[in-house]
């Protein structure tokens, strides 16, 4: 591994600006401040008819399996999306229907949510969390949620948000920074 964390970002928001994006971008600035990294992003909305028409791997386009070879090779990936009718939206499920069942086993996996009210904050933990328990990711034990009062427009202002962010990546800032370096198998 190379000695800067490679995070890679799947974006589920259909939106451009997002509220869920503004949050990552608060994750992303915080967590530069503790240890180099380099950052990609997969916005699943943009993907395309080669994404959104494929039923298995092998149907996809050559740029959405660029994009899932992205995803399978984070030395941290960051899942955010936005709450839709207490669930993230399909177009974020049907990436990972999409990605290899073991390729992110023990990978460590940031999850992070935005919704409409502080209710939706539950989908952290019966939707992200199972959903990366099958690929026996390692989901970092603080979650990150922000609700659409925390925001003016795409701008967050709660700072107890932006305390949970440092609180989740001073957590496993020491694994994370062991995985850029190579010294954690």
């Not at 899942?79 to 177009?91: D, K, L, N, Q």
């Not at 992070?112 to 990366?132: I, K, M, Q, S, Y």
């Amino acid at each position: 591994m190379s000695e800067r964390l490679r995070v890679v970002v799947v974006n589920g928001s259909p939106r451009e600006p997002s509220k869920t994006m503004a949050l990552v971008d608060v994750i992303l600035d915080t967590l530069s401040g503790m240890l180099p990294l380099e950052s990609a992003r997969v916005d699943v909305y943009r993907l395309g008819p080669g994404f959104t028409g494929a039923i298995e791997r092998e149907d996809v386009t050559p740029d959405v399996e660029a994009a899932l070879r992205l995803v399978e090779s984070a030395d941290l990936l960051v899942a955010a999306t936005p709450v839709f009718r207490g669930s993230y939206p399909g177009m974020f499920k049907h990436l990972f229907d999409l990605v290899d069942q073991y390729a992110l086993a023990n990978k460590p996996v940031l999850l992070a949510a935005t919704g409409g009210g502080d209710r939706h904050a539950l989908v952290l933990e019966h939707a992200l969390r199972p959903l990366f328990g099958f690929f026996e990711a390692l989901t970092v034990p603080v979650a990150i949620f922000a609700s659409s009062g925390d925001f003016d427009g795409t701008v967050l202002l709660n700072p107890a948000v932006y305390g949970r962010v440092e609180t989740g990546l001073a957590d496993v800032a020491d694994l994370l920074r062991a995985r850029a370096t190579g010294t954690v198998v």
